[in-house]
């Protein structure tokens, strides 16, 4: 086997990967030692036996990272720079063994020296940055992220109105008021996502907090103006690089039609893991209780009072070309009225697809999404206005698509259709909606 030929192999059981700016760690398998056993040995007294064949040396590397002996590998690798100070693969190399080894100091300088000279690999000096990059956020006192989103949308159904304005009321078959039928709308709307973490240490210990927030401005239909905030703080505590678990509060605040619709507090516990070189797998608990506020346009609200339970296990997968993310989740509200009490079922998926194009003179990214999701809900009871025997079931189907365009620097457009259908085994609840929107993006 040829050096390069090696070279290659232990880069792929390293498991280096690079996605746009950041480096994605992924924890090399470890291989039964019975199996690399004999291997590794002879392989070990080859490499002393002839100290300057560097083949030999990279081999023992190779099966050094397979069984996970970061620190076996290293000296193999160091052994070899001493004999040929030249090499910026084998630098780079241990500069991600450092990195796995959270000796992010050491590997910075191994990974500098790999890229010096004017005679580097592009591939090479595209990981050494991507790595470096990932050193210097993982060194920093503190992270934060800054997403803004604004724009106009139209929707066809604007109040969730039902399909048809035959309808349920005390049991028997009833005409709506046209006034409370599906209307089509406009809107204004902003929105905004943050979060900042403060790290207590290199372990991943790190106080967390985040901010969402929406305004939504209806052209006619005012009565659903829309504002949003929710506020989290908690403490992450690191188990290693690649595992956490959180413990936070919530504080959440909704205003509709210009009325206090209703506020909440509670708090949740979360955890996530890497899963080798898959991606990323979180899964949380929340409770809520959540207090409505009866108003002109919403007199019966205070009826939903009452505690909200969520479950989900959120994912973040690549395979090859293949990037998916998936949301599974299971909700449980208890409200003062048994009808407006539920159980809700729910799994949504996207499959963002990332691609660069030259635009004006300058490489651009962008990214399409198509999306899709369905959830089921049964509630507990029948609610006497609508029938007194039938308890409400929904089921809901959710298509869409997401395209986001980098206009500049950090400044972007995203494009968003997205088609709801619910199903319900009563007619006040049958409803469906298109919806598309278009604004710019800014990221921080």
Known sequence: ???????????????????????????????????????????????????????????????????????????????????????????????????????????????????????????????????????????????????????????????????????????????????????PDWNAFQSVAAAYAYKLNLRGDAIETTFLGLNSRQMTQSQFNLGFIEVTAGHRVGLGQDSSFKYYAIGDKVWLGDYSYFNALGGGLSARTQIGGLGLVEGYVETRHRRFSDSNYFPTAGDQTGDLLTAAILTDFRWGGLHWTTRAGFDSNKAVADYNSYKRYSIDVALPFEFVLPVFGAPRAFVFAPTAGFSQANYDAPNFIVDPTIARRDQEYRYGVIFDAQLVDNIGLRTQVTYTKIDSNLPNYRTDNLSASVGPTLRF
């Open 1 to 183: 086997m040829t050096l390069r030929a090696t070279m290659l192999g232990l880069l792929a059981a390293l498991g280096v990967a690079v996605s746009g700016a950041s480096a994605q760690q992924s924890a090399a398998k470890p291989v039964p030692v019975s199996a690399v056993q004999p291997d590794y040995d002879a392989l070990f007294a080859q490499m002393y036996q002839r100290p300057s064949d560097l083949d030999v040396s990279f081999k023992f590397a190779h099966e050094a990272v397979a069984r996970g002996d970061y620190e076996a590998a290293i000296g193999a690798l160091e052994r070899m720079l001493f004999f040929n100070p030249d090499l910026p693969r084998v630098k780079l190399e241990l500069g991600v063994l450092y990195f796995k080894l959270a000796s992010y100091e050491i590997a910075r300088g191994y990974l500098l020296d790999a890229i010096k000279g004017s005679n580097v690999p592009a591939d090479i000096r595209a990981q050494v940055m991507a790595y470096l990059s990932e050193i210097d956020r993982r060194l920093a006192p503190y992270e934060y992220s800054v997403f803004m989103h604004s724009g106009i949308r139209y929707q066809t159904n604007a109040n969730l109105g039902p399909n048809d304005l035959q309808v349920r009321a005390l049991g028997q078959d009833a005409i709506l008021d046209p006034r409370y039928g599906k209307k």
